[in-house]
């Protein structure tokens, strides 16, 4: 340290006089959530339940890759791979913010972490040719006038309404029992 220039009783203090999670995240992350994120409720329930609990009275420089590592294992063995990468954007985000406010020395741990694959739930759409067989008699699929969602599509069909879409009709997809 003393080689590159640096005083090491100044470093000492600086990570003393470093926050703890809890602090950073009440204190600094939550008020920039809470101004720039429509699911800033998602992020305070998180922390609340899986992140304060065990970190909330470690300071921010005590924080390893391993230990968040090892949080987010717990997270992906009860729910999903999904959620468990919220919560590694979530706690990446927290000390890129810690990092920007020059609060946090050092890289972000989160940086290297490997985010889990997610499934698309959904692997592709049916035409309106393969559509047509299944809509019977005055079906309620493509019949030309206003939809009645209201009916449910015959058995082994599952439907859902097309996101982000001009056209006004539902697609259908085959569930494989």
Not at 8 to 18: M, Q, T, V
Request: glycine share 6%; charged share 30%.
């Amino acid at each position: 340290m003393i080689a590159k220039g640096l005083d090491p009783l100044e470093e000492r203090h600086k990570k003393k006089s470093a926050p703890t999670f809890r602090t950073f995240v009440e204190e600094s992350y939550m008020k920039w959530s809470k101004a720039h994120k429509k699911s800033w409720r998602d992020d305070d329930r998180m922390l609340k339940h899986d992140w304060l609990p065990e970190f909330g009275n470690v300071q921010l420089s005590a924080i390893s890759r391993r230990a968040i590592q090892e949080k987010i294992m717990k997270i992906q063995d009860r729910s999903s791979g999904a959620t468990s990468n919220r919560h590694i954007s979530l706690i990446s985000k927290i000390f890129s913010l810690a990092i920007e406010l020059e609060v946090y020395e050092g890289e972000n741990p989160c940086k290297r972490i490997k985010k889990f694959h997610e499934s698309t739930g959904r692997e592709r759409f049916l035409s309106k040719e393969e559509i047509k067989p299944h809509e019977g008699p005055g079906g309620p699929f493509f019949n030309g006038r206003k939809q009645n969602r209201h009916q449910h599509p015959p058995p082994g069909i599952k439907s859902s309404t097309k996101q982000k879409s001009q056209t006004p009709y539902r697609y259908l997809a085959f569930c494989y029992i």
